[in-house]
């Protein structure tokens, strides 16, 4: 059996429903059955229990062959720190120690760009992950290269890994919506557009996942394998869904400045009403930085590649219209 953890997220749902596609017997982690609305009438099995305590992972770990870990907490805001380390760096040394209690054969482990070492602009960033979390910005990042060294710790003990690092995952079968999505939904409902300079790279999910099967079939023990798109900027994001939708919602630039003072209230509030903001003082830094990021080797080792952009903004907005997407 295949065990998932994360399974009900964005990328996780497309990965389950990928696995069980292809023939495999699929568990997931999660406290209750997922709605039908996300996994359908595909055939798995739902295990009862959370990553944040070991004891509720032993039973299920016991029928597991192969782990795809992908549960993480992921936040833009400031002060979140004690939780995302219990869900990212304690969550993940218990799936690493269930692993290897149990006698599971493989893990695949889902991390992130934001673990990895930020090159001057105009230099690719690749799978240099930071040493030291003083020098890692924000505390998602830091949470997370705290989680790789966990996985590391696993390596060296004998726990066959491989490891992935997405960068911004967006595309179909986002339920939720995740921050990108909740923006595509506000432009197709001509919500006024305002943005400010910076990009960043955006990879479809369905491509994601793909890596994620290479990566499991084809890549080396020990080794991580970058899973990048396209550098695309916030005014051309919009371009793109302006050509792709056919419609034309009037756009106001926000010099970078008055957006970065404007994120700190934008922020607090977000938290007063329990609700994400899409641009915090974290969110526009990475806008800022530099997107230059390669996938050379996860092309040239497992034969990774990225769909056009455009396909990928097309079959998003088909989606949240009701238009049936193929999963692949």
Not at 96 to 119: D, F, I, N, P, W
Not at 183 to 190: E, G, P, S, T
């Amino acid at each position: 059996m295949i065990i998932v953890t994360g399974a009900t997220g964005h990328l996780g749902n497309v990965l389950v429903k990928r696995l069980v596609k292809e023939g495999y017997k699929v568990g997931i982690i999660a406290h209750n059955k997922p709605p039908r609305e996300i996994m359908g009438d595909i055939d798995y099995t739902v295990f009862n229990a959370d990553v944040t305590s070991y004891s509720t992972l032993i039973e299920p770990f016991k029928n597991a062959e192969i782990v795809f870990h992908l549960a993480a907490k992921i936040s833009i805001t400031s002060g979140e720190y004690d939780e995302l380390y219990k869900v990212n760096v304690e969550g993940t040394a218990n799936i690493v120690r269930a692993c290897l209690e149990q006698g599971v054969k493989k893990l695949v482990y889902v991390s992130t760009v934001h673990t990895l070492e930020e090159k001057p602009m105009g230099i690719p960033i690749i799978e240099e992950v930071i040493e030291n979390t003083s020098n890692a910005f924000g505390d998602y990042s830091k949470s997370k290269i705290l989680a790789y060294k966990e996985v590391m710790n696993g390596v060296k003990k004998g726990l066959k890994t491989v490891i992935v690092f997405p960068t911004g995952i967006v595309g179909p079968f986002d339920y939720r919506p995740s921050q990108i999505g909740q923006m595509v939904r506000d432009f197709l409902a001509k919500k006024p557009i305002r943005y400010l300079d910076g990009a960043y790279d955006y990879v479809d999910v369905r491509d994601v996942v793909n890596g994620i099967m290479l990566a499991f079939n084809k890549g080396r023990n020990g080794e991580g394998y970058l899973l990048s798109g396209h550098a695309i900027t916030v005014k051309e994001m919009y371009e793109v869904l302006k050509k792709v939708s056919g419609i034309n919602v009037k756009m106001f630039k926000i010099p970078t400045f008055l957006a970065l003072f404007l994120s700190y209230f934008a922020e607090a509030y977000s938290k007063l009403i329990h609700k994400e903001a899409l641009f915090t003082p974290y969110s526009i830094r990475v806008l800022q930085s530099n997107p230059l990021i390669s996938s050379d080797k996860a092309r040239n080792e497992l034969g990774y590649i990225a769909r056009p952009f455009e396909q990928t903004i097309k079959d998003e907005i088909g989606w949240f219209k009701g238009e049936k997407i193929d999963i692949y």
